[in-house]
């Protein structure tokens, strides 16, 4: 077999997909596009070197010799801008077109811009790429007047950023009353806000922002809050969310919504075309909805289960299993653990308990099943409640026995395998 993959994104799904299709047809040719300049790295530790803990090669994971080596095209700086799905064609910013027999999108997305004033002016960061990171660590280094904008997985980064760098003068910034108001009640995001305070962070709640204020160059020197609040700033980071990149398809028939739609083994309606990671909005067996992902562990098995869809597709010897994956989302800036996984911002239903100043936990159910939750403090029992998970079991009503601080699978009246 000859046949020819295109493959935009060179994060972990996309890099990933190139990885499978390599192993299983050593004769393909495989072209990967992406329009950051640097090949695959670890998007998870570029936190760790914008704190200043880690130094920037461990970051890689890749570099182009990886590439070479696997006589697979990678081509750097290059945007996709279009595909042409009659003539299986994708046209990149330079307007060359690039044929492809399967095309798989892999693009995630790119941070939002507060809605305010003046949310692009000089000294206001936003964080996905190392090159972001690069200049969050040094901004950081230099602020004396810190603002962070955005209460959910990557604002929590920037804060522990922040307090790494002994800014003197942090203020994180967030809409409701708490952090990741989505997925934790107040007790345990109290946690979480003690472990910011510890840091220097100051937190102000029921906000949000108003305008940025630039000086005559163009650079930001104050925050207006939501209540008329203003805060001197040299700095800022946001972090309020993703735009996700689906302007390529737009000229196709796949479904797009905010993502990409794509069925249990990661195709779309078009035929031909394939998408993974972030980006997707895929329909998840367990829990019989679409639902969206935004981990490191799940794009990376989206990209390599793609990667198999493409090839049975092209008459390989391949099986492309559904995907059935429980994702987690760790953070490790404080003495204590902290683990979401699954669906932990779903659920209709919600059972919590704190065990200790540290330690709490918090499961979400919808339609009488385990979806997700959030670990606080002790992260022993995840792959017990992973199973629950994948078991698809009815166990909202058991929620007695699912809190006990240490419980074992034998103890739920439930069949779940171990
Ligand atoms: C600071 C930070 C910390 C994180 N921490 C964790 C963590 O602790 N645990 C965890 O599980 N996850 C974490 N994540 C999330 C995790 O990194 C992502 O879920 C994962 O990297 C998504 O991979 P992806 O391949 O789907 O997309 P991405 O990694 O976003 O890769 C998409 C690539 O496609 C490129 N691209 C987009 N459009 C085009 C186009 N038209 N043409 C060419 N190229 C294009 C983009 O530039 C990008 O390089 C973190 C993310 C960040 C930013």
Redesign the pocket.
């Known amino acids: 077999m000859s046949e020819s993959y295109v493959i935009?994104?060179?994060?972990?799904?996309?890099s990933s997909a190139a990885e499978t299709l390599r192993e299983e047809n050593p004769e393909a040719d495989i072209t990967v596009?992406?329009?950051?300049g640097e090949p695959l790295y670890n998007?998870?530790l570029?936190?760790e070197f914008a704190k200043g803990t880690m130094p920037e090669d461990p970051v890689f994971i890749h570099d182009e010799e990886w590439y070479e080596e696997r006589d697979i095209d990678l081509r750097l700086n290059?945007?996709?801008t279009n595909v042409r799905a009659d003539d299986h064609e994708v046209v990149t910013h330079e307007d060359e077109v690039i044929p492809y027999d399967g095309l798989l999108v892999?693009?995630?997305?790119t941070p939002i811009q507060a809605p305010a004033p003046n949310s692009d002016a000089n000294g206001i960061d936003h964080?996905?790429t190392f090159q972001d990171a690069r200049d969050i660590r040094e901004n950081a280094e230099e602020a004396d007047n810190a603002v962070i904008v955005g209460a959910g997985l990557?604002g929590i980064?920037l804060a522990a950023i922040v307090g790494k760098h002994d800014v003197e003068n942090a203020h994180y910034i967030m809409r409701g009353n708490r952090w990741w108001r989505y997925a934790l009640s107040i007790e345990g995001a109290e946690i979480m806000h003690q472990a910011m305070r510890d840091l220097g962070v100051n937190l102000v709640f029921e906000s949000g922002i108003d305008e940025f204020r630039v000086d005559d160059d163009g650079y930001i020197k104050e925050t207006v809050d939501a209540n008329g609040e203003v805060y001197p700033t040299d700095w800022a980071s946001v972090a309020i969310g993703l735009n996700f990149?689906i302007e390529?398809l737009q000229n196709t028939d796949v479904t797009l919504d905010w993502g990409i739609h794509v069925d249990e083994t990661m195709r779309t309606e078009e035929e031909d075309i394939y998408a993974a990671?972030?980006?997707t909005q895929f329909h998840d067996q367990v829990i019989g909805d679409t639902a969206q992902n935004?981990?490191?562990?799940s794009?990376q098995e989206q990209g390599k289960l793609a990667a198999k869809s493409m090839l049975e597709d092209q008459g390989g010897d391949v099986t492309a299993e559904p995907f059935r994956w429980v994702s987690?989302?760790?953070i490790t800036h404080f003495d204590f653990p902290f683990i979401s996984f699954g669906h932990a911002t779903r659920g209709t239903d919600h059972a919590e308990r704190k065990y200790g100043e540290q330690e709490w936990r918090r499961l979400a159910f919808d339609d009488g099943q385990l979806v997700g939750g959030v670990l606080i403090g002790d992260m022993s029992l995840q792959s017990q409640f992973n199973k629950i998970i994948l078991s698809e079991a009815q166990v909202a009503d058991q929620k007695d026995v699912l809190l006990q601080q240490d419980f074992d699978l034998d103890e739920l009246d439930a069949d779940i395998e171990e």
């Open positions: 935009v994104g060179d994060g972990v799904a996309g596009i992406t329009d950051e998007r998870i570029i936190k290059t945007l996709v892999a693009t995630g997305g964080f996905w990557l980064d990149n390529l990671g972030d980006v935004g981990s490191w562990g794009a987690s989302y760790s």
